[in-house]
């Protein structure tokens, strides 16, 4: 496959990943591309990756911006395993900071590098709340950029 046919496909399945993420996971895509690919092209397919991966989430802030008077809070299953209990905690804290201009930052940061929260629970609450469009787009670029580098050193490395 061309370079650019590459670069390109990298970006489509970006965005694919942010609009569906339960059926495209782009860390996947980022190593069966690392592993395949030569180094010279996999920063370009990782930078590609992202900003398909920003426009997609872009789409769904606006969307989720949109319908704000729609979306409600779930209800959740109670669990009395520890490990759930402290991440349910901490992913709560973090939404919570989302309607804190610069604050909610750190929780989009937080959901693009680890993923915790899940970056598709952060796209829509960031739209619903009072996050700032841009300050949330850089952060996702940045931040998935990041964790996809890592994911590409570390498989290209191994292998």
Same mark, same amino acid.
């Given at each position: ?8 496909? @990298?970006?489509a399945?970006?965005?694919?990943? @942010?609009l ?6 782009a860390e996947?895509?980022v190593? &069966?591309?690392?592993?395949?690919? *030569?180094? *010279? ?6 930078? $590609?990756? *992202?900003? &398909?991966?920003?426009? &997609? /989430?872009?789409? !769904?802030?606006?969307? @989720?911006? /949109? ?20 991440l349910? $905690?901490?992913?709560d804290?973090?939404? &919570? ?8 930052g750190?929780?989009?940061l937080?959901? *693009? ?5 899940p ?7 960031a ?12 952060? !996702?670029?940045?931040g998935?950029? @990041?964790?996809f ?7 290209? /490395? !191994?292998l």
């Amino acid at each position: 496959m061309g370079d650019f046919a590459l670069v390109g496909a @990298a970006f489509a399945f970006g965005i694919g990943s @942010a609009l569906l993420p339960v059926l495209l996971n782009a860390e996947l895509y980022v190593g &069966g591309n690392a592993a395949l690919v *030569s180094e *010279s092209i996999i920063i370009v397919v990782v930078l $590609s990756l *992202s900003v &398909g991966t920003v426009i &997609g /989430k872009a789409i !769904v802030f606006e969307l @989720a911006r /949109k319908g704000r008077k729609v979306v409600g809070r779930g209800v959740r299953r109670p669990t009395s395993n520890r490990w759930i209990l402290t991440l349910r $905690s901490v992913s709560d804290w973090l939404l &919570g900071l989302l309607d804190r201009p610069y604050a909610g930052g750190l929780t989009v940061l937080a959901s *693009s590098l680890f993923g915790v929260p899940p970056l598709a629970v952060v796209t829509i609450a960031a739209g619903v709340s009072h996050q700032s469009r841009y300050l949330f787009l850089t952060i !996702v670029f940045l931040g998935r950029t @990041a964790q996809f580098l890592v994911i590409a050193f570390v498989v290209g /490395k !191994v292998l």
